[in-house]
């Protein structure tokens, strides 16, 4: 008896059947009546769906099994901070151009100042006050995010600019009892722009007098085409009216 591989009990039975009632088994089997007393449960296992294409014709859907990309890889952390650090320095990309303090005693050290106000001492002004500002005027205040960054950024103006005029006036009062602080940044920048320009216009002279000899190479001493140019030139000027009247006003003086 030759049966599919994938067969099931209960169709076995009934093949069985039809194999003895034909005459081509002649012995029942030994687990015939077994089977036939106590018949195999149905496979409740769902077959594939069907699928019906254009032509009519009944096809089995192919289910895909895609695997996952980020399977092994670890879950993304997401903390409310990120969206409103993303914001402020997108507005202030040179806040990140400030000398900052990276290093911490924990993850939280920011959790033990007092955010109901901009200054905290011994934490110096920057972006991430701001943010934490912002983020504790919507946690308490109620504010939108919209408002809270704006209520934390007019405060983060007013604190830089009070601290860049107590710089001024501090650095003028060091120069004024004889103090000397060097040159600025500013300064400096100027410097090393005059010596690249410098340094540029002495390369364009060279290359300019390296072309200039080139040219003179290729063109030669008494290049014939410049001496027939000459003689045309000549020609051309005693064969005009004017020079014939004026060569006989010559004569006749």
């Avoid at 294409?53 to 879950?75: G, L």
């Avoid at 504010?143 to 003028?172: G, H, N, P, V, W």
């Avoid at 216009?201 to 300019?208: D, G, P, V």
Wanted: glycine fraction near 6%.
């Amino acid at each position: 008896m030759a049966l599919c591989q994938g067969a099931r009990p209960l169709q076995i039975y009934k093949e069985t059947s039809r194999l003895l009632r034909s005459g081509v088994l002649r012995k029942e089997p030994s687990w015939y009546r077994v089977v036939a007393s106590i018949p195999p449960s149905t496979v409740l296992v769902r077959s594939s769906p069907v699928a019906f294409n254009p032509r009519n014709e009944i096809q089995p859907m192919k289910k895909k099994i895609k695997k996952s990309k980020r399977f092994f890889q670890p879950e993304r952390i997401n903390y409310p901070e990120d969206s409103l650090r993303s914001t402020f320095f997108a507005d202030h990309p040179w806040e990140l151009a400030r000398p900052r303090i990276l290093v911490e005693d924990s993850g939280d050290d920011s959790l033990r100042y007092d955010w109901s106000k901009l200054q905290q001492p011994g934490r110096v002004l920057d972006g991430e006050s701001v943010i934490q500002r912002q983020l504790w005027l919507m946690d308490n205040k109620g504010m939108s995010r919209k408002a809270a960054y704006d209520t934390a950024r007019r405060e983060f103006y007013r604190l830089r600019m009070r601290s860049d005029i107590e710089r001024r006036i501090a650095a003028e009062e060091a120069r004024s009892v004889g103090a000397y602080f060097g040159k600025t940044h500013i300064q400096v920048g100027l410097e090393l722009e005059e010596k690249a320009l410098a340094a540029w216009k002495l390369k364009a002279e060279k290359a300019l007098e390296m072309r200039q000899q080139r040219i003179e190479a290729v063109a030669g001493p008494g290049n014939p085409n410049d001496e027939a140019d000459e003689e045309a030139t000549t020609t051309a000027q005693s064969s005009s009216p004017g020079a014939v009247e004026s060569q006989s006003l010559v004569g006749t003086l």
